[in-house]
Structures are given as C-alpha cells and as structure tokens.
C-alpha cells in the first residue's frame, strides 16, 4: 500500500516568513495530494489540494508543488502569520484495484511566533 | 447542519467493554470513512463505504472493530470487549462522490475521543 513520509515534524518561524513542508510518497500511481490543516482539539480542514496533471497551485499564501518523478510534493506557506500556528498533515491517495483509502503523513506543528 | 457530525464528543470505557461512536455525515455524501487517529499521529484509515456498501475494511486493526451504515448515511462504528490501546480520536469524513478519497475532498467530523481505562 501506500506510505507517505512527512518532514519536518515540528517547524517554527517567525511571523513573516515562509514556511516549507515536504511529504514524499511511495505508490507511483497515486494520483490526488490534499494538504489538511488541524487546530488543536479541531477537526482536520482541507486547505489545498492537486491532482497528479499539475505541476503546482496556489491559493493567496499558500502553494503547493508536486514532482511525479521524485515522488514528493511540498506546501508553502508566505507571510505567515500566528493563526497559521497549526498542524499540517498531507496525504496520497492509493489507487489500486479495491484501495479507496487516503493516506496521511504524521504531521508537522507549524508555530508562527509573532 | 451542514458538517459532519459525530457523537459522543468523548467516551471514557472501562477495558472490555463495547462502544459505539455514531457518526452522521453531510446529508447526500456518497462516501463515509472512519479513520483513528492517535496522540501526535496522522489519521490513519479504518474503513470506507460508498453508499451502504462496506467497499473497503482493511485498516480495522482486528475484529473487534465493526462499522456499518444500513441506509447510506448515518453509520455506526464499534468496537467490542476494549482494550487500552484502541484509545484515540476516531474520525468520520465524508464526500460527495464515489470513489473514495482520491475523487473529492473529504469533509472531517470533529471526532470522538475514546479513553480506555
């Protein structure tokens, strides 16, 4: 099945900068990459995803980059700001035959400090 | 509403008793997967159903747990005779389409927090 590695686990940066989050993924013929943001004691949110025919999107101060060859993809977060202060998961979806699931990396604690 | 709902918020059980966490998905939603999601992990996938069929059950840990969903929305997850180590937060996401989780994105419920004792 599929196995997503997620680095860095924690991650801190100073209001304003950028903050990068890399996820590397094992199933060549994943094809769906969403990025889930969770506040503490808070339900997981979809605040971006791309699909294997595109290279990159972004979405205001957010990005995320996608390599099909290197099999990883990364989320970038500009100008970032304390209520960007969460935990970031990324996923793949498996695409085998009866696999319907969505794999998780472990998670990276964003701390923005102001 | 318009969210996933999930109930209880918390459960505490003492080992070896069953439990079941109920889980009411947006209404008209294809898909429901439950996934357990420990302390300081990422979720980790459980089951899934496209409608009421249970198309996919190879993350429930052993055969303690059992999840269904007779009509195609609301579905129950249980889990028999507990043990510490199923303690966690177990979460019900659903989407609009078919597919599983590759065709739409998934729509997370707040959870319930079980504690084994």
């Known amino acids: 099945g599929e196995n997503v590695e997620q680095h860095p686990s924690t991650l801190s940066v100073q209001e304003g900068d950028s903050a990068v989050i890399k996820c590397t993924y094992s199933?060549?013929?994943?094809?769906?990459f969403p990025w889930y943001k969770q506040e503490l004691g808070k339900r997981p949110q979809l605040i971006i995803d791309?699909?294997?025919?595109?290279g990159e999107k972004k979405d205001q101060r957010i990005a995320v980059t996608l390599n099909k060859t290197a099999k990883h993809f990364s989320l970038h977060i500009t100008e970032t700001q304390p209520e960007d202060s969460a935990v970031y998961f990324c996923?793949?979806?498996?695409?085998?035959?009866?696999?319907?699931?969505?794999?998780f990396g472990k998670g990276t604690k964003l701390s923005v400090i102001p | 509403g318009a969210g996933v709902s999930q109930s209880p918020r918390y459960k505490v059980a003492k080992r070896g008793q069953d439990v079941a966490l109920r889980c009411d998905p947006i209404?008209?939603?294809?898909?429901l997967f439950w996934y357990q999601q420990a302390l300081g992990q990422g979720p980790e996938f459980l089951t899934y159903f496209q409608n009421e069929a249970q198309l996919d059950k190879s993350g429930l840990p052993s055969d303690r747990f059992f999840a269904e969903r007779p009509e195609g929305s609301v579905s129950t997850l249980k889990i028999q005779r507990t043990q510490q180590e199923d303690s966690a937060v177990y979460l019900c996401?659903?989407?609009?389409?078919?597919?599983?989780?590759?065709?739409?994105?998934?729509?997370f419920g707040n959870g319930t927090r079980l504690t084994v004792t």
């Open positions: 996923a793949a979806s498996s695409t085998g035959a009866g696999s319907y699931q969505l794999t």
């Open positions: 791309i699909r294997s025919n595109v």
């Open positions: 199933d060549s013929a994943s094809n769906y």
């Open positions: 996401a659903s989407s609009p389409t078919g597919g599983g989780g590759r065709n739409s994105p998934l729509h």
């Open positions: 209404s008209g939603h294809v898909s």
